[in-house]
T-cell receptor
Framework: DAKTTQPPSMDCAEGRAANLPCNHS???????VYWYRQIHSQGPQYIIH???NNETNEMASLIITEDRKSSTLILPHATLRDTAVYYC?????????????FGTGTQLKVEL | DAGVIQSPRHEVTEMGQEVTLRCKPISGHNSLFWYRQTMMRGLELLIY????????DSGMPEDRFSAKMPNASFSTLKIQPSEPRDSAVYFC????????????FGSGTQLSVL
């Protein structure tokens, strides 16, 4: 699986967009980008995933660069409840078990 | 749906004792995963099952750890004997199938071995 690089921490004002970057320069053509988050004292929660097209759901948007070497998770209107560790994971999504490898992630702190 | 249910929520035991952690996956999910989280090592996959069969246990740290899934609605992770370095949060997760994009995690069991 490709390795990912994320900033260790970020701050965001409540109500503003939170843009969380992820670098995955060694990504292969059949590897997806997943984002999960972990709120303190809870299990990780799936947010979104994508292959090469931008994706949007009720939680967030995922922007993947054309060369697929980096991506950005966007929380359009961050709230205090979005304070969490955000994990960017690259993984082949086919057979072999979805053995997600979690790195250290980005600690996002949303403040008033 | 109640989600993935883990018990107990907290477990405190003494070194050398047997510890059993329990997990009930989401109904209809065919894959189950056990993860361990520590400050030093982050989230690590220990083992996963597909259709109740262990598929990959390469993450199980040593023979003191064992996991079973006797049926589709129940799994256990046992540590015997327990050691202080086993102290961690243990998460169970399930997914519809082994390649599914979404893993649904339980709330975890906080294990402290004294």
């Amino acid at each position: 699986d490709a390795k990912t690089t994320q900033p260790p921490s970020m701050d965001c004002a409540e109500g503003r967009a939170a843009n969380l970057p992820c670098n995955h320069s060694t990504i292969s053509g059949n590897e997806y980008v997943y984002w999960y988050r972990q709120i303190h004292s809870q299990g990780p929660q799936y947010i979104i995933h994508g292959l090469k097209n931008n994706e949007t759901n009720e939680m967030a948007s995922l922007i993947i660069t054309e060369d697929r070497k980096s991506s950005t998770l966007i929380l359009p209107h961050a709230t205090l409840r979005d304070t969490a560790v955000y994990y960017c994971i690259v993984r082949v999504s086919a057979g072999g078990g979805n053995k997600l490898t979690f790195g250290t992630g980005t600690q996002l702190k949303v403040e008033l | 749906d109640a989600g993935v249910i883990q018990s107990p929520r907290h477990e405190v035991t003494e070194m050398g004792q047997e510890v059993t952690l329990r997990c009930k996956p989401i109904s209809g999910h065919n894959s189950l995963f056990w993860y361990r989280q520590t400050m030093m090592r982050g989230l690590e996959l220990l083992i996963y099952f597909n259709n109740n069969v262990p598929i990959d246990d390469s993450g199980m740290p040593e023979d003191r750890f064992s996991a079973k899934m006797p049926n589709a609605s129940f799994s256990t992770l046992k540590i015997q004997p327990s050691e202080p370095r086993d102290s961690a949060v243990y998460f169970c997760a399930s997914s519809l199938w082994e390649g599914s994009e979404k893993l649904f995690f339980g709330s975890g069991t906080q294990l402290s071995v004294l």
